[in-house]
């Protein structure tokens, strides 16, 4: 965490760049773990690497999974699972995901179209709600940034849930995205890379080097009579 925001690196496909990502102040790694990206990371090689792995929470990011690949995911060791899916996605089909997945480790990320707004039921199911950017071939990791505005005003409505930033992210926008969206967490992936799946540390240091200008957060505290009152 840098100044209040917490920071996922996602996109991890190696020890070394979660080990860079862990030394610059990130909170969580992210591992794709959709075939059709170009930062697949296949099961198989992830749970091979999590003993070496830093101790940092762990999401692993799906698309559109069945609930048995939804279950084998859970019990691969990640903290917590992403699921990227059609914002017109049936909602009794993405209540089933509570039988595999707990909310508090559930991390929807919903496609949504220009013109289009966020079907508000999905918030009732998970913690944390992503807010990426669309693009009508891929599920993330296009680097084209997101509405920072719709976010604010989706966050400030919705206080119930976690918002986490994506979107195009990098070490020249972020400052501005989190003082106009107002986020409190980031998800950075193409905007620190020299090559999809590969992570550049000067990229990623001067990603977190730009939160890092931003104004430490003033945590309100309670006077001492209320707090023995």
């Known amino acids: 965490m840098i100044n209040g925001i917490r920071i996922k690196v996602c996109g991890i496909t190696s020890r070394v760049d979660a080990e860079a990502a862990a030394v610059c102040g990130a909170d969580y790694l992210?591992?794709?773990?959709?075939?059709?990206?170009?930062?697949?990371?296949?099961?198989?090689?992830?749970?091979?690497?999590?003993?070496?792995?830093?101790?940092?929470?762990k999401i692993g990011?799906?698309?559109?999974?069945?609930?048995?690949?939804?279950?084998?995911?859970?019990?691969?060791?990640?903290?917590?699972?992403?699921?990227?899916?059609?914002?017109?996605?049936?909602?009794?089909?993405?209540?089933?995901?509570?039988?595999?997945?707990?909310?508090?480790?559930?991390w929807l990320a919903p496609r949504i179209p220009p013109g289009k707004a966020l079907d508000l039921v999905f918030i009732a199911l998970a913690d944390t709600i992503l807010f990426d950017s669309y693009h009508p071939e891929q599920f993330g990791g296009t680097g084209e940034v997101c509405d920072w505005r719709a976010f604010a005003k989706l966050q400030a409505k919705h206080k119930e849930a976690t918002w986490v930033l994506a979107g195009g992210l990098s070490p020249k926008?972020?400052?501005?995205?989190?003082?106009?969206?107002?986020?409190?967490?980031?998800?950075?992936?193409?905007?620190?890379?020299?090559?999809?799946?590969?992570?550049?540390?000067?990229?990623?240091?001067?990603?977190?080097?730009?939160?890092?200008?931003?104004p430490v957060p003033v945590?309100?505290?309670?006077?001492?009579?209320?707090?023995?009152?």
């Open 30 to 57: 992210g591992f794709i773990l959709y075939s059709k990206s170009p930062r697949y990371l296949p099961l198989e090689k992830f749970e091979a690497m999590l003993p070496s792995l830093p101790p940092l929470k």
């Open 219 to 229: 945590v309100k505290r309670k006077s001492h009579a209320a707090a023995v009152a």
């Open 61 to 106: 990011v799906v698309v559109e999974p069945t609930l048995e690949e939804l279950a084998r995911v859970r019990d691969a060791g990640f903290d917590y699972v992403q699921i990227h899916f059609p914002n017109a996605t049936p909602f009794p089909d993405a209540v089933a995901w509570l039988d595999v997945i707990p909310p508090e480790r559930l």
């Open 173 to 214: 926008n972020v400052a501005n995205a989190v003082k106009e969206s107002k986020t409190h967490a980031v998800d950075v992936n193409s905007g620190i890379e020299s090559a999809p799946g590969v992570k550049d540390p000067d990229k990623l240091r001067a990603f977190c080097d730009a939160l890092k200008t931003l």
